[in-house]
């Protein structure tokens, strides 16, 4: 069974840095497209930033300059790379992946920022 696992979550104060990675496993197929999305309690879930297959990348508007996706063909894994965390971006964050033909949802790593 296809799982998307994610890392990389904690608590961080203002203003620092987090890296979640985002990779499958059981599956020989390599991710073909991926985003990362957040939510809080209470309200939906929004994508923070999404890599196509051709590597366009997307980010929402809050996080541009500060977060930045990118995947590592090699080891099959997807990243966000987070700085500059401000006490709003704290939630839930999870992967989405496209992977051969279906679409896959991780478990969500929580991102705390918080003095």
């Known amino acids: 069974q296809v799982q998307l696992v994610e890392s990389g979550g904690g608590l961080v104060q203002p203003g620092g840095s987090l890296r979640l990675s985002c990779a499958p496993s059981?599956?020989?197929?390599?991710?073909?497209?991926a985003g990362w999305y957040r939510q809080a309690p209470g309200k939906e879930r929004e994508l923070v930033a999404s890599i196509t297959s051709d590597g366009t990348l997307n980010y929402e508007d809050s996080v541009k300059g500060r977060i930045t996706i990118s995947r590592h063909n090699d080891k099959n894994t997807v990243y966000l790379q987070m700085n500059g965390l401000k006490p709003e971006d704290t939630d839930v964050y999870y992967c989405h992946a496209l992977i051969h033909v279906r679409r896959y949802w991780g478990q969500g790593t929580q991102v705390t920022v918080s003095s």
């Open positions: 059981g599956t020989m197929f390599s991710i073909t497209a």
